[in-house]
């Protein structure tokens, strides 16, 4: 019997007896459920950029210049940090972040391609 492909894209396969994602290969068989999840970006050093840059901006002269880049820099740390969005098997032996992307349209389509083929093994 031929293999039935459910997704394929850029170096990800879904088909009816595995899963391949991020070099990774997992055995369809084993999967038992898939889920979405959200990764917030850390923001604790555009955070820090923030504050420091506030409080060197009290002083004059070069503080202020400093205080000012710390700011900007913060800023620009914060903004530019992504969310991502990952997609999750569990197996027998647990939990594994399978595939990772910033796109929640693609990891949307992994999932129900995921799904899919889990329903159409049994």
Same mark, same amino acid.
């Given at each position: 019997?031929? #293999?039935?492909?459910?997704?394929?894209?850029?170096?990800?396969?879904?088909?009816?007896?595995?899963?391949?994602?991020?070099?990774?290969?997992?055995?369809? #068989?084993?999967? $038992?459920?898939?889920?979405?999840?959200?990764?917030?970006?850390?923001?604790?050093?555009?955070?820090?950029?923030?504050?420091?840059?506030? !409080?060197?901006?009290?002083?004059?002269?070069?503080?202020?210049?400093?205080?000012?880049?710390?700011?900007?820099?913060?800023?620009?740390?914060? !903004?530019?940090?992504? $969310?991502?969005?990952?997609?999750?098997?569990?197996?027998?032996?647990?939990?594994?972040?399978?595939?990772?992307?910033?796109?929640?349209?693609?990891?949307?389509?992994?999932?129900?391609?995921?799904?899919?083929?889990?329903?159409?093994?049994?």
């Amino acid at each position: 019997m031929q #293999e039935q492909v459910f997704f394929s894209l850029e170096g990800i396969k879904v088909s009816d007896t595995q899963f391949i994602a991020e070099g990774q290969t997992y055995p369809l #068989e084993e999967v $038992t459920s898939v889920k979405h999840r959200l990764i917030e970006p850390k923001r604790g050093f555009s955070t820090f950029c923030m504050l420091s840059g506030s !409080f060197l901006m009290i002083f004059e002269d070069v503080f202020m210049l400093v205080g000012g880049f710390s700011i900007a820099l913060g800023m620009l740390a914060w !903004f530019s940090a992504q $969310t991502l969005y990952s997609v999750v098997i569990h197996t027998a032996e647990g939990e594994k972040q399978a595939l990772t992307s910033a796109s929640s349209h693609d990891v949307d389509r992994v999932i129900r391609a995921l799904n899919t083929a889990i329903i159409s093994r049994t």
